[in-house]
């Protein structure tokens, strides 16, 4: 079956460390894969799109990372801060569905000061 | 440039009772979306429209989930008769087009709706 798998547990980590979050997925082919933020009583907030033929991408202190041989993509947050403080979600899209998006479960992360 | 807008932002009502949502996308987005959240869990993708059309609707319960999209811009989400399990955020989204490639959506702040 098809499934789509973030760390189930919350993530916490002091100020000014790397944060290291993990989206694993299997039986799907995924022509890209988004992540988005979510605060608490707040909708999505989209972050970084990576394509399934790009290795890594970069925005200010964000990196994703793609690996389809091992299906799995990785989220980095350099010199964390507790504003980063929220629930992460990755969600993957296919060719074949139009551009819908699948969503993980999401990953609580908390930056302590 | 105006959000995603949504209303209401939070409803109570008891089982078997009905209820809407209202969203209104960013002005332009041809796509909206809308998602059920349950609590812990990511976004789910119940219907989605591209103009007036829809284009998925695969997982959405018809026989209590109803949405539409009239004159291609704002839409509603109804359910009736209401479960338990209908607790949940309703999220709407939009996007400019279903065919590029840089799909982001853009989010509203969602509606927290509580069945008793």
């Known amino acids: 079956s098809q499934k789509i798998e973030q760390n189930s547990e919350a993530l916490n980590i002091q100020e000014g460390k790397t944060a290291t979050l993990t989206c694993n997925y299997t039986n799907y082919s995924p022509a890209y894969l988004q992540w988005y933020r979510q605060d608490p009583g707040r909708g999505p907030v989209f972050l970084l799109l990576i394509r399934e033929n790009e290795k890594e991408k970069r925005k200010e202190r964000l990196k994703v990372t793609f690996d389809t041989t091992l299906k799995q993509s990785l989220f980095h947050i350099t010199a964390s801060q507790p504003a980063d403080s929220a629930t992460y979600l990755c969600?993957?899209?296919?060719?074949?569905?139009?551009?819908?998006?699948?969503f993980g479960q999401g990953t609580e992360l908390s930056v302590k000061p | 440039e105006a959000g995603v807008a949504q209303s209401p932002r939070y409803k109570i009502i008891e089982k078997r009772q009905s209820v809407a949502f209202w969203c209104n996308p960013i002005s332009g987005h041809a796509t909206l979306y809308w998602y059920q959240q349950i609590l812990g869990q990511g976004p789910k993708l119940l219907i989605q429209f591209q103009n007036n059309g829809v284009v998925d609707d695969s997982q959405l319960p018809k026989d209590r989930f109803s949405a539409e999209r009239l004159k291609g811009v704002d839409s509603t989400l109804k359910i009736q008769p209401a479960k338990l399990e209908d607790s949940a955020v309703y999220l709407c989204?939009?996007?400019?087009?279903?065919?590029?490639?840089?799909?982001?959506?853009?989010f509203g702040p969602g509606t927290r709706l509580t069945v008793l």
């Open positions: 989204a939009s996007s400019p087009r279903r065919d590029r490639v840089n799909n982001e959506q853009f």
């Open positions: 969600a993957l899209a296919t060719y074949n569905q139009g551009g819908k998006l699948i």
